[in-house]
């Protein structure tokens, strides 16, 4: 029976964005999808600050801008909020089609040396206390492969989520949103916009140059799942809501989606782990699922590998649950907001008025638009520091080695010490857990989202998901190695 360190079930963004961490980290990964090939469908059309952060942080956005087209506004609720003034290297959404993004994940994750396997379906697992035996289906006939973790990123419907006994409670779809990939012989002048009218509203996006998706919501109607929309009945209906079709024609993809919103009960069975809509599913209000999923990944990949390689305790992968589960359960929370703010009527219309007015104050358009773009997260620490648990921001540095922004001394997806101030040695003995860089700052205030300015601090212990364990402003860095004995304490009182 062949054997490797995890079995990834799915190889949309969630499932190769972690094998791509995974190998970066030198597991051996094998990720199964149930599909023959890829399909190519372009689902997902935007891209967040936040997430375009992390690819940063792994030196995987390049190719990605270069595909993409930034666009400086997110929405609320189809209210246009503007990012551009929002304190990251990208205040902008890059439209960007989810098939790309998966391109360039998948590329990646073959360089790196995962292994994709199509019409791979996995059947069912059995787990002990030392390793999943995972079932894998497919014209090959089934076969059996052992691993030390299983993680279910096979979508919505997840097969490991269902084998792993695991809820998915929520609510029920409302409403229907349809869209369609499109070629447009009357192209209208503007190449975003959306308009509210009736029982609905549509949306035009401009996609690529010649190509649009075209949105309608339809707050009268709940489309089952199953049910098949074609090209004629997308049209249909955009032109029952829109009053025109702007010459729509040459369809991509036509497909159809509800509000229903549900979230994993736990994120966790032993050795089985769930991560993106595996996890999670609700409205594309925002553009936020493909996000969260890849952002899951950022926080599961790095903890599989510390505890795999006996660099942390096994209690690290608790923390999964503990900080990604409130992530996507106000993601729900704001889909659902989202949703009911998009309903038709006057009394919504008032409503609405009254959002819109209130999105003029930049306080309330930061609160939001950090929220969409996952921005402003913060994971719980033991630290009071105002940046502990929130992402660092990427500054430019100078170091003995040259110039570096933060973010790309994140690559090798190690935890980072970086000393900004304080010279005295410090003690080195868990070298072997952090890569220690001192540095000075160009800027002597750091902006973070969420909190405004703060003094460039001293001492900053970086997790590999760029996200801030400890910091300090004091040039002796008290505590720290305090912090840094506990942790070596509890690695070598573990049994693995
Ligand atoms: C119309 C639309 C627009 C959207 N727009 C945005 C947006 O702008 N921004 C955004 O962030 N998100 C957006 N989303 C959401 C985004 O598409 C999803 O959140 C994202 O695809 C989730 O990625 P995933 O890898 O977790 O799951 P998926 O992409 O669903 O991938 C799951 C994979 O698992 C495979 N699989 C299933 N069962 C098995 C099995 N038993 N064994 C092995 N493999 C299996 C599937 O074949 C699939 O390849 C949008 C969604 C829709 C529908």
């Not at 090959?140 to 084998?163: H, K, N």
């Not at 959306?194 to 010649?210: E, I, N, Y």
């Not at 966790?268 to 999923?293: K, S, T």
């Not at 009071?384 to 001394?409: F, K, N, Q």
């Amino acid at each position: 029976m062949d054997a490797t360190d995890v079995v990834i079930a799915g190889a949309g963004p969630t499932g190769l964005m972690l094998a791509c961490e995974l190998r970066i980290l030198g597991l051996e990964v094998t990720i199964l999808d149930a599909l023959p090939a890829r399909t190519g469908e372009s689902r997902a059309g935007g891209m967040h600050a936040r997430t375009m952060e992390i690819l940063d942080q792994r030196g995987m956005l390049d190719g990605m801008l270069a595909q993409g087209r930034p666009l400086q506004v997110g929405h609320f609720a189809g209210i246009p909020l503007d990012f551009s003034d929002f304190p990251t290297r990208y205040p902008f959404t890059l439209v960007i089609p989810q098939s790309l993004i998966e391109t360039e994940l998948e590329n990646r994750a073959k360089e790196l040396g995962a292994t994709v396997a199509w019409d791979s379906p996995v059947l069912g697992f059995r787990q002990d206390g030392s390793e999943v035996e995972v079932e894998v289906g497919g014209a090959q006939g089934i076969r059996r492969l052992r691993a030390a973790y299983l993680v279910g990123c096979d979508g919505g419907r997840s097969t490991v989520r269902r084998l792993a006994g695991i809820a998915f409670a929520g609510t029920d779809a409302t409403m229907t949103g349809m869209l369609a990939d499109v070629e447009l012989a009357e192209p209208p002048a503007q190449p975003f916009f959306s308009h509210r009218r009736g029982a609905g509203d549509f949306s035009v996006v401009q996609l690529q140059p010649g190509w649009y998706r075209l949105l309608v919501q339809r707050h009268d109607r709940v489309l089952g799942r199953g049910t098949e929309l074609s090209f004629a009945d997308f049209r249909a209906n955009f032109r029952e809501i829109a009053g025109e079709d702007f010459g729509m024609h040459s369809p991509r993809w036509v497909s159809h989606y509800g509000d229903a919103a549900r979230q994993a009960g736990r994120y966790r069975a032993g050795r089985v782990f769930l991560a993106g809509d595996a996890a999670h599913i609700h409205y594309p209000a925002g553009g936020q699922g493909l996000n969260l999923g890849v952002q899951d990944a950022v926080n599961l990949g790095w903890k599989l590998a510390a505890v795999l390689r006996a660099d942390a305790p096994g209690s690290l992968l608790d923390t999964y649950q503990a900080e990604r589960h409130p992530v996507a359960a106000r993601v729900l929370h704001n889909t659902r907001a989202q949703t009911a703010l998009g309903r038709s009527g006057p009394h919504t219309d008032a409503l609405r008025d009254i959002m819109s007015e209130l999105i003029t104050s930049d306080e309330i358009r930061h609160r939001l638009g950090l929220m969409i773009t996952a921005l402003d997260i913060r994971y719980a620490t033991g630290c009071d520091h105002p940046l502990a648990g929130r992402r660092i921001p990427d500054a430019d540095l100078v170091t003995a080695a040259g110039p570096a922004r933060v973010h790309e001394l994140l690559r090798p997806a190690r935890p980072l010490l970086l000393r900004l101030a304080g010279t005295e040695p410090l003690d080195t003995d868990w070298n072997r857990h952090v890569e220690v860089v001192t540095a000075r700052s160009h800027a002597s205030r750091w902006t973070i989202p969420g909190v405004g300015d703060i003094p460039t601090p001293a001492t900053v212990l970086i997790r590999p998901d760029g996200y801030t364990a400890w910091a300090t402003d004091h040039p002796e860095a008290d505590g720290l190695a305090e912090l840094l004995r506990d942790w070596t304490d509890a690695v070598a009182a573990q049994t693995y």
